[in-house]
Structures are given as C-alpha cells and as structure tokens.
C-alpha cells in the first residue's frame, strides 16, 4: 500500500476519458483500490477517482462511514468502491453547495449537481452495486465519476462570484483540509 500523488488541475492526464476496468479481482485492481483509500485518507478527502493519480479507468472510491473534516456538515457516506459506474438522473431537479477537489487544492465553488440519482456499477470483485441516492451522496458520485470524464468541477461552476479560495471563503476551516 502506498499513498500516491494527486494530480493537479492542469495536468492532461486529468482531461482523459478513462477505459472500463475489465481485469476484476485481481492482485492489481486490490492494490490500487488500497492505494486509493490510503491516499483519500491522507488528505481527508470524501473521494477519489483513479484517474486523480494517473491511473486510466473508470474506477472511484468514496465514504468513509466517518465524518468527514473538510465537510463537517455533511452526512456520512458508506465506503464504496465502484467500477464501471453508469449515474442516471432522477428528475431535473438540481441543488447547489460548495465543494473542493483534491486536484484543485485550496479553492471552493458552488457546483449545481443533480439532488436525486441512480447509480450503478460493480465492485472490485465484479459484483453489481445498485443504488438510489440524494444529497451530499449523491453529490460524492456525480462529482467522482466526473473525473472519469475529464471533468473538474470548476467546469460546471456557472457562478464565478462563488468560486475562491478556501482560505478566504471560509475563514474558520483549516485550508491545509484543501491542499
């Protein structure tokens, strides 16, 4: 297990569509998936998603089933591990909050996301994983599964007014939490 670098906003490696994890329980996919979570660890993160340390598929961590310290409010998220994901909206109805990526350290914006989804996919073992989700989780997926697109979330910031740093936006939150 090893806790891997993070790329970086700018790094082209992050504006790549990943490919379909195909080689499921293997020795490989294990590994990675610890790297991962010891990685998302590290940095108090809520997630990660493979291509965020230049791995190239379609693979994303999140949940901790603890509270998390750079979102204190949130509600916790269980720990998953998800392969393959397909995210279907449920209605149009969108909500808006903030939200930090670990690729773009030290800045927040206000990201309007989908309040209600299905998901699914499967697990590192090649079993499905279906789910109905809303909120802040539902957040945490949408905002993982973008990286599998090659998508940062300061890509759908549509108010720029509400984009800054952490530092400045939220005065009381460490803004180490962010780096």
């Known amino acids: 297990m090893a806790i891997r670098e993070i ?3 700018g790094d082209p490696r992050l ?3 990943a490919q379909p994890v195909t080689d499921f329980d293997s020795d490989a996919l294990h590994l990675l998936v610890r790297d991962l979570f010891e990685t998302m660890a590290a940095v108090n993160g809520a997630g990660l998603a493979a291509p965020q340390i230049g791995v190239d598929l379609q693979l994303v961590i999140f949940g901790t089933n603890a509270p998390n310290p750079r ?3 949130a509600p916790l998220v269980p ?3 998800l392969c393959n994901p397909v995210l279907t909206p449920l209605g149009d109805e969108e909500e808006e909050d903030w939200e930090g990526c670990l ?15 299905h998901y699914r996919g499967f697990d590192p073992y090649g ?3 279906e789910r109905t989700v809303e909120g802040f989780h539902a957040r945490v997926v949408q905002h993982e599964c973008d990286h599998l697109i090659g998508k940062l979330y300061p890509m759908r910031v ?5 984009f800054g740093f952490t530092e400045v936006l939220f005065p009381g939150l460490d803004p180490k939490q962010d780096d």
């Open 127 to 129: 079993d499905p994983i």
């Open 15 to 17: 504006l790549r569509v």
């Open 71 to 73: 979102y204190p409010d």
């Open 158 to 162: 549509r108010d720029f007014s509400r």
């Open 79 to 81: 720990r998953t591990v």
């Open 7 to 9: 790329l970086k906003m």
């Open 103 to 117: 690729s773009v350290p030290g800045l927040r914006g206000v990201v309007p996301r989908y309040k209600r989804l």
